[in-house]
DNA sequence: CCGTAAGCGAGACGGTACGTCCGGTCTTTAG
DNA sequence: CTAAAGACCGGACGTACCGTCTCGCTTACGG
């Protein structure tokens, strides 16, 4: 026996839910997160707010959604390994403070990470959708790096990654110092030298 | 000449003043940021809008202020200096991870930290008025310990920080994992490891 | 060749079309006419809108159906007859004060008339479906009655029922007065006074 | 000790006021009662929303003020007084059929009967502020009358008026039959006869 | 020491957005 | 092909706050 108060997700309309995430997204980035409302998003995407509420229940659960869309088709998502552990790591942080100076991806992120900060829930579901996937990504090559002796083989991969990336993290979203490649790599020597063998 | 749009600070109500940071802060703890309006802390301060709006450019400035004045008294904070900088260091995280367990702090500084990521003229503020000062208090220690060639003599100090603390405040922002002494003691080993002479 | 758009009549769902008039009457008098949606009417009678929408125009309709309903048997109406003319008036006209007294009719019958006053298809409908036959079965009586010289012979029997009935129809809607017996028997003798031969 | 609920009509902004009131009647003529929303009225008056909802309970209740507002100078209303009774009478009838024949009228009268209907309060006030004058100045007309010996000197004024108007009344109300002169006319002859001396 | 200009509480104002309800249409599934 | 179920777009509802704007009223200078 289902809710009858529960919209039932076969008759949902695939058309009306692309529409929203869409309209969410390019919002976000015009506006900024604090100046986009659910009546915006509506009128945009051509929608009612009823469509809106039926199936989401907070403004940040669709702005979240709009990002998953983003990120469905990267499932396999595989990290360089040449065999370099030091070089593959500055690769990939340097990639990621490239990401944070692009405007375009600004916005958005920092949209969700105050979204996640204020709401336990959304976190949870960050963490499950969007983080786990890359972590595990990421320390799948830690632990290959590990097997070929360049990192310690009793390291705990999760605090290596918070060790590598919460200083970058926590720069950007505090605007507490340059993002710059040097600062990247200096993190992965840093990080190497704490879990060397 | 002065601008007669601009408010006469000599003649402002310290009364009023006390009166709304308090309120801010206690609202903030009963209803979290996002449902502390403008009005609400007016009514419980027992004080007109317009004096709020007098003073204070937004929500989050008022917010901000009311942390402000309560870090005011500690100027000249100091760390402990045991000549052990490890047991040092994993007493000041351990206390740490204290306050973050603390709901009646929890609640405030997570509304502190978002209003920051999301208005950068706050952050500069934050940086400068909240962050400095405990930096350089903890730099000090550092700097210690250096001397003491528990550190090594080149080391980066505000990057010896960010590796203490960040993995530490994300894991708390994100609520991406458990905050135990054990977490903060893992941080202090591992960072003193990246630093060693 | 039948138009598709329209539904055919003879496919007609009875079991539907009763539920849909009884729960309008049920609603009605529960809520008062202004708070009765067509969404609620569905509800009640177990029907999708679609299928409201498929036979009735309007709210209004569907309530003025639902009385059409009630008087349907009533088709051979019959005033009493006992030659006096002023008694038999006197009680059908103290009925009609019993019957606007009475909660259970009162709702329903003020909404019909809310509905006839606004909409002047529906008022059409309303004389030719409900006013009329009660009408003319009240003309039938007077029209006896001004045979046997109760009544002046030339007297406009439409004039008449107004002079009779509008007086204590009109208190009823505003509330303007009480509607007591006393009421009904003075506008009998008023009205025959009028039109004394 | 006042109720802090409520809202103070000191400061009641005159102009705000007005631009409803002239709002709601301009709107109700162009587009009827039902198509008349409070959304409208305020946008009409640019004015907000709340400041309807803080001074009226409904839309009815504003529609009605603004009728207030119209006949608010008419204090002092007389009917002519010729010393023939029926003359005068017919005079007047005949205005009032006018009035119900000018479109201009008709739409918003219509639509403040609807609400009366509807809504006891809103009749209670309507008799008080609308119709008491109106119908005093009819009565002091056919006290006169009574005197000059034109009327039964034992003539309950009440029925009478609503002997002379309800008909007309109810005839413009359900549109049951033409409003002309002539039974303008016909009415006072038969009200005069059945309240003859 | 007294007028006057400021800050103050209160709260009305024009607005924007909220989250809900319902109108009327359209689509899917069952019978 | 009807009917139930109910999602859809649209738009009004009544509420909460926004930031601005008077109101009187204290209160503290400055002539």
Do not use: C
């Not at 529960?6 to 058309?15: Q, T």
């Amino acid at each position: 026996m289902t809710d009858p108060r529960k919209p039932n997700p076969a008759r949902r309309s695939e058309r009306s839910r692309r529409a929203i995430l869409d309209a969410a997204r390019e919002l976000i980035s015009e506006l900024g997160y604090a100046k986009v409302s659910i009546e915006s998003i509506a009128a945009r995407a051509g929608v009612g707010k009823q469509t809106i509420y039926r199936w989401w229940p907070s403004k940040g659960a669709v702005i979240f959604d709009s990002f998953l869309a983003l990120s469905e088709g990267e499932e396999g998502m595989r990290l360089p390994d040449t065999g370099d552990l030091e070089a593959d790591l500055k690769t990939v942080m340097r990639a990621t403070v490239a990401e944070f100076a692009d405007p375009a991806f600004e916005a958005p992120i920092r949209a969700l990470n105050m979204e996640i900060i204020g709401d336990p829930d959304l976190a949870a579901l960050y963490r499950d959708k969007l983080a786990r996937p890359v972590d595990e990504a990421k320390k799948a090559r830690l632990r290959s790096g590990q097997q070929a002796g360049q990192l310690a083989a009793d390291a705990d991969l999760d605090l290596v990654l918070e060790v590598l990336y919460a200083p970058l993290h926590q720069r950007w979203l505090h605007r507490s110092g340059p993002l710059t490649q040097e600062y990247a790599d200096a993190l992965v020597e840093t990080t190497l030298r704490a879990f060397s063998p």
